[in-house]
């Protein structure tokens, strides 16, 4: 079945340095969703893309799908306290159910 | 709008006992489906709904059973728990397959 992976698990950075999550896929997806889910709370929505090659920002985040339609990234630039959570992947192959497939995740955690 | 709700917040189970976790959406959408969320395992798909009186099987079904009589309602029935099962079940929906969606607050289940 399709497989969606993230990496890296975990990620520890100071206050102010960048941060990249990455997510490959098995098979070619129709789009991909990012959420991001605080230390108890639930997942929240953060952006999908659509589009082969599609770059979208929101203030310091950066997510790009490839080309390939088969990996994406969120960059966030100079992390802040705030940004502290687990983002997550998710995406959907229309040639295998209708099923939105999650990456395991990857746990942000900021120093000030 | 109360958007997507979930009961209970909490619930501990004997093994063998049985319960259903209700959800339930005020945004009038179609999509509806059931996450289950493990310790570095990200969110797994049990079931999920395209619509009132169409439900299908997730990633991992097992155990557990769901129905649609209304768009409003996607209960989630474990018929014989077990200590697997214990785990963080969250409940979504979303207006379609490429819409975003929205988690409830989840139901952390303990199975003794």
């Known amino acids: 079945g399709q497989q969606v992976m993230q990496i890296p698990q975990y990620q520890h950075v100071q206050e102010g340095e960048d941060f990249t999550t990455y997510c490959n896929s098995s098979?070619?997806?129709?789009?991909i969703q990012w959420y991001k889910q605080r230390p108890g709370g639930h997942p929240v929505f953060l952006i999908q893309?659509?589009?082969?090659?599609e770059v979208k920002k929101q203030k310091r985040l950066t997510f790009q799908f490839g080309e390939a339609k088969k990996n994406s990234s969120l960059h966030i630039t100079a992390t802040q306290t705030t940004d502290v959570g687990t983002y997550f992947c998710?995406?959907?192959?229309?040639?295998?159910?209708?099923?939105?497939?999650f990456g395991g995740g990857t746990r942000l955690m900021v120093k000030p | 709008n109360a958007g997507v709700t979930q009961t209970p917040k909490f619930q501990v189970l004997k093994t063998g006992q049985s319960m259903t976790l209700q959800c339930a959406q005020d945004?009038?959408?179609?999509?509806m489906s059931w996450y289950r969320q493990d310790p570095g395992m990200g969110l797994r798909l049990i079931h999920y709904?395209?619509?009132?009186?169409?439900?299908d099987q997730g990633e991992v079904p097992n155990g557990y059973n769901v129905s649609r009589s209304t768009t409003e309602d996607f209960p989630l029935r474990l018929l014989s728990a077990a200590p697997s099962q214990t785990s963080v079940y969250f409940c979504?929906?979303?207006?379609?397959?490429?819409?975003?969606?929205?988690f409830g607050p989840g139901t952390r289940l303990t199975v003794t």
């Open positions: 893309l659509v589009k082969s090659g």
């Open positions: 945004m009038n959408h179609e999509y």
């Open positions: 098979t070619t997806l129709s789009n």
């Open positions: 709904s395209v619509g009132a009186g169409i439900t």
């Open positions: 998710a995406g959907l192959n229309n040639n295998a159910g209708n099923m939105l497939t």
């Open positions: 979504a929906s979303s207006p379609g397959l490429l819409g975003e969606q929205y």
